[in-house]
C-alpha cells in the first residue's frame, strides 16, 4: 500500500512538472511573439515613416549645416524628398551652392535635380556606396580669382576639407576608400573653367556622361559625349588608381563624329604631389 501510494505522489508530481513545463513554455512562446511583433512594428515603423514626413520642413536645417562646414551658401528652391524604400533615396529639386566671396558669379553650383540612392548597411559601417547619383542639368564653375584665390577650397582660405590630403596621399588609414560611387550620371551638365589671373575661360557644355568611381583615389571609369568649342565629341576614359609615387594608368578615347575622326591616349600619370606629370602615347 505505502509503495502505490508513493507511486501516485511520483505520477502526480510528473503531471504537476509537466503541466508548469507547458505553462512556461507557453508563456516565452507568447513573450517571443510578442517581442518579435514590437521588432516588425519598429521597423516598419522606420522603414514607412519617412514617407510621412514633410521634408520641406528641413531645408534651412540643412542650409545652416551646409553654411558651417563650407562658409557658403546654400538655397534649395524645389522640392526635397527622403525615402528608405525600397531604397536610401535623397531627391532635390532645383538647388543653388554660392561662389567664393568676390567670384565672377553668385554661384559655383546650380542644378535642376540630384538623386541620390544609396546602400544602407555600408553607410551603417561608416561607408559611403551609392548605388546611383544622377545630376540633372548642373552647371558648374571653377575659378582662380585676380588674386590667387579658388572656388574649390571651402572654410578658410587654402585650407582643405579635413581628411582630404591624407585620402589623396594613399594613406590606407584615411576615408580614401569609404567611399565608392557604382554610378554617377551626369545630363546636360556644363563646367566652366575661368582663370582671371590669365584671362581665359573654357567651356564645356552638354555633357552627358556616366561615371564609376571606386573610391577617392580611384580607380575612375568613364564615359560620354561633350560639346568642346562648338564641336560635339565623345569620350571613354580611365585612370587608375592614384599614387603619391607610382604612375598610374591612363587612358582616354577621343572621337569627333562629325568628322570621322579618332584620338586615343594611353601611358601613365603621377597626379598627387608636387610635380604632376604625364608619359605615354597619342594615336590620331
Not at 505553462?23 to 522606420?46: E, N, W
Not at 526635397?80 to 568676390?102: E, H, K, M, T, W
Amino acid at each position: 500500500m505505502l509503495s502505490l501510494f508513493r507511486t501516485d505522489c511520483v505520477r502526480a508530481r510528473a503531471r504537476i512538472a509537466s503541466v508548469g513545463g507547458r505553462r512556461r513554455d507557453g508563456v516565452m512562446r507568447k513573450f517571443l511573439i510578442g517581442t518579435g511583433a514590437v521588432v516588425v512594428l519598429l521597423v516598419a515603423a522606420a522603414l514607412i515613416g519617412p514617407s510621412f514626413v514633410n521634408w520641406n520642413d528641413y531645408k534651412r536645417d540643412i542650409a545652416a549645416e551646409a553654411k558651417k562646414a563650407t562658409g557658403r551658401d546654400l538655397v534649395i528652391d524645389g522640392d526635397l524628398d527622403f525615402s528608405i524604400l525600397p531604397s536610401l533615396r535623397l531627391s532635390v529639386q532645383n538647388a543653388r551652392f554660392a561662389n567664393i566671396a568676390g567670384g565672377s558669379s553668385p554661384h559655383m553650383v546650380t542644378l535642376k535635380a540630384l538623386d541620390i540612392q544609396v546602400r544602407l548597411l555600408p553607410l551603417l559601417q561608416r561607408r559611403f556606396e551609392a548605388e546611383a547619383i544622377t545630376l540633372v542639368e548642373p552647371e558648374i564653375l571653377l575659378e582662380r580669382l585676380a588674386d590667387g584665390r579658388v572656388n574649390w577650397e571651402f572654410g578658410q582660405a587654402g585650407q582643405a576639407a579635413p581628411g582630404t590630403a591624407n585620402a589623396l596621399s594613399g594613406d590606407s588609414g584615411s576615408s580614401a576608400r569609404e567611399i565608392q560611387l557604382d554610378n554617377l550620371r551626369i545630363r546636360r551638365g556644363t563646367l566652366i573653367i575661368r582663370n582671371a589671373q590669365e584671362g581665359s575661360e573654357e567651356r564645356i557644355a552638354g555633357l552627358s556622361a556616366q561615371i564609376a568611381v571606386k573610391s577617392i583615389n580611384g580607380p575612375f571609369r568613364a564615359k560620354g559625349d561633350v560639346i568642346l568649342r562648338g564641336l560635339p565629341l565623345n569620350f571613354e576614359a580611365g585612370v587608375g588608381e592614384l599614387k603619391p609615387t607610382t604612375a598610374a594608368p591612363v587612358t582616354l578615347s577621343l572621337g569627333v563624329p562629325a568628322a570621322e575622326a579618332k584620338a586615343d591616349l594611353s601611358g601613365g600619370a603621377v597626379i598627387i604631389g608636387p610635380q604632376p606629370r604625364f608619359t605615354g602615347k597619342l594615336n590620331v
